[in-house]
């Protein structure tokens, strides 16, 4: 895709003058993309009705590319995420939380990417004490660096643990970023999210005037490249959706690698999900790994991935990368562990195997919005919500409806103890 010639509309420049948050003016105040906050992604995705975006985590250079690419042909507003474990100070990617947002204003301007997009640190994991105190510095940082919408996620901890952890946190965020909480580890069909979890976060929250844009659930999801007939459980999801519907919190659909394109568009169109991330796939195609429907990597008769010569990365590098899992006893999902090494390595290729690495991505990507979570030109009502606003800043989409004096923390403590919840077992859930 060249960089774009045409005339920007006055709708497109008045947004870019009112819609980007304070901290994409200061980075980049002569950029012409429109990286916004994810409330504006979210009140797009529900403007049109029964649609969710895809959050693509940008394990590489390439696959941000080819995502922006996607949403740009698709019309479609996006987000650009990475998780802690990915790019975190513990991260396996070079892509990271405090690169994330240049790399993406960068290709947004090199394109001319016009269709609105936020920049999300998913999956900020809260495990402990100290993980919270260690926040309060952390996260201020990740804002000073671009992102502009946040995941806490402290569902590792029991349950008045989780809702006091985001309390706490909160006034690090800022009021005007995109905001997703979860309830449950995402682990496939162990410890599955229930509607009484689900309320006690969300109703908690609310009684502190804390309005979470997205609720991430255990609904069944799995990480990396798992396929299960169990899959995401569409009739849970909507039940807890239905719940909380009042609280006006859209769902954020993790895991969806490893789900069929039916069940996907089930839960587009069956539940309040306006956010889904892929991640796995996305790495997968960069690499040129034959994927199927589910985005699940296809695997020879001897467990080895299906490196397909004309995609991907070179047959060169591809052997290299291959001989390196070896040596380093990595296998399946862990084959992720290899985006840090190999980062520059993919920069160094060829431009036609660079371009066609991307290229994986956009179609697979702008397949997705387009044909399964119906996202297409989502990008103009992201646009008119930021015209209707005036401002950067959307605001809750509901006040409070909760009363504090029953939210104290001895109460939340109390109320947690007659919740009947299955953590399911402990485990690497992190991406």
């Not at 901290?23 to 403007?47: E, Q, T, W, Y």
């Not at 394109?111 to 997009?117: E, K, Q, R, S």
């Not at 994986?360 to 119906?374: I, P």
Request: aromatic residues 6%; charged residues 25%; proline residues 4%.
């Amino acid at each position: 895709m060249s960089s774009m010639e045409t005339k920007l509309s006055p709708e497109f420049e008045k947004a870019l003058d009112i819609g980007r948050p304070p901290n994409i003016v200061r980075l980049f105040p002569n950029s012409k993309a429109l990286i916004v906050s994810g409330k504006v992604i979210d009140r797009a995705m529900i403007k049109k009705g029964k649609a969710m975006t895809i959050a693509a985590n940008g394990r590489n250079h390439f696959v941000i590319r080819g995502a922006l690419a996607a949403a740009q042909r698709a019309n479609a507003a996006i987000i650009i995420e990475i998780a802690k474990s990915e790019g975190g100070k513990s991260a396996y990617c070079a892509v990271n939380y405090w690169n994330l947002a240049r790399q993406v204003d960068a290709i947004c301007n090199e394109l001319g990417i016009t269709v609105p997009m936020a920049v999300h640190a998913d999956h900020y994991g809260i495990k402990s004490r100290e993980d919270v105190e260690m926040a309060k510095v952390e996260i201020p940082s990740m804002f000073d660096a671009g992102i502009t919408s946040i995941a806490v996620d402290a569902s590792h901890l029991p349950d008045d643990e989780n809702l006091l952890a985001n309390i706490e946190l909160n006034p690090y965020i800022p009021k005007w970023a995109g905001y997703e909480t979860e309830v449950g580890e995402i682990k496939g069909k162990e410890g599955l999210s229930t509607v009484e979890e689900a309320l006690f976060l969300i109703q908690g929250l609310n009684a502190h005037d804390i309005f979470p844009d997205w609720i991430a659930l255990n609904n069944g999801t799995t990480h990396g490249i798992e396929e299960s007939d169990q899959g995401i459980q569409v009739e849970l999801t909507k039940e807890i959706h239905q719940a909380l519907a009042k609280y006006k919190v859209s769902g954020a659909q993790h895991g969806t690698s490893g789900n069929s394109s039916e069940r996907l568009r089930r839960i587009a169109q069956e539940t309040n999900t306006t956010k889904a991330n892929v991640a796995t796939a996305l790495q997968m195609i960069t690499w040129g790994v034959k994927v199927n429907d589910y985005g699940n990597a296809l695997l020879d008769e001897n467990g080895e991935f299906v490196k397909m010569p004309d995609q991907g990365v070179s047959q060169e590098l591809w052997v290299e990368m291959v001989a390196y899992a070896k040596e380093k006893g990595l296998k399946g999902g862990n084959y992720k562990k290899l985006n840090l090494p190999f980062e520059n390595k993919l920069h160094a290729l060829p431009k036609g195997i660079r371009e066609r690495m991307a290229k994986g991505v956009e179609d697979f990507v702008y397949d997705l919005l387009t044909n399964v979570f119906n996202a297409a030109d989502t990008a103009p009502l992201a646009i008119e919500a930021i015209l209707e606003a005036g401002t950067y800043d959307l605001g809750p989409k509901v006040g409070r409806l909760e009363d504090p004096s029953e939210w104290t923390e001895e109460k939340i403590r109390e109320k947690a103890k007659r919740l009947g919840s299955d953590k399911g077992p402990k485990g690497d859930f992190d991406d």
